[in-house]
């Protein structure tokens, strides 16, 4: 055999060892594509199949793959999303370990901690420290101004809010916080100026509709605060509170069948049907326009609910005496100075009032 032959052969061999290797690294990194796992997937399963049909084929592929760090974040996530808290958090932290994405594995501590636990100074904690990983992470500003807004850190709230805004403009949620938080520091153009913005992004938003017309009615702008509650009001549905704020301003702008109206409303709902309070706004509200038995009905839900109460009683017994019920007025008037020494004058003129009717 020549010498040349030798190197020609020599060479033919090199190339089909090195073409081997070629197609050896192409077919594992074919298997490996094969193998891998996505989140959508996990998602796919989930919705499907449920929870247990997920983490069983994430315990299947940890089961073959015990260092992966992508399943483990993969499967804390997943108990994330059914508030398994401990779980967790103990898969995240070994993701954590094993070198997994800093940021979004401390994330997800945080999210656990605020959203599932409702320990906000630890979720403010781990979004910090998801951040120290990567400040150009958009959604570790949004869980810290989550966080914030729940402390009553509202100006570290609302800076946090602006950077998650700046990075991702298209997001209502960053307006959002920017939003709630302005509004509680007191900056009401700031706060204005990020509800516009949400409107703009979300236009069916009755909750950014309903804060900006609080913004309006903080700053003595009714008539504008009652054009935002109304929207809220048809957006929504209605909602007691929107009820109840656009009362308020319809007060100021003196449309007293608008306050009657909206109070009648805001007692539909639970959370206002239980205050006495309400009910006395209620029933004065129906008394200035005439509706004495609407007005009765209140004061004497007021009268039940809180029966040491004199506001109700002289409440009533106003509404009795314009209604012609003179003795039963007299009864309210005579509880109110029993309940209210200090009211006694009142009473007093009340009854005196009473007497020159007849």
Known sequence: MTKNLKIILAFGTAAALGL????SIMERAQRARSESVTWPYVEQLAQAGGYAKAAAFLDERLGVHPNDALLYYYRARLHYTVSDGAAAL??????????????ISHLLKALVYGRVYGDYVKEAEFASKALSFDPTYDEGYLARAEAGYALGDYKGCAKDAASFSRMSPGSPDGWDYGLLCLEKTGDHAGAEAAGLKVLELKPASHAAMWRL??????????????KRFSKAIRLSGGRAQYYLDRACSCEAEGDFSCVAWDYASAMDWAEAADYTSYYYLLGSAMHRVGEFDAGLDAAASAVRLDPLNPDAYALRGRLRADAGDAAG???????LSALSPARAPEAQALLKKLKSKK
Do not use: M, P, S, T
């Open 213 to 226: 017309g609080r913004i309006y009615a903080a700053r003595g702008l009714h008539k504008r605060a009652v």
């Open 20 to 23: 081997a290797a070629v197609f």
């Open 329 to 335: 007025a007299k009864k309210d008037f005579q509880k």
């Open 90 to 103: 103990a898969d995240a932290d070994r993701a954590i370990k094993l070198g997994y994405a800093q940021e």
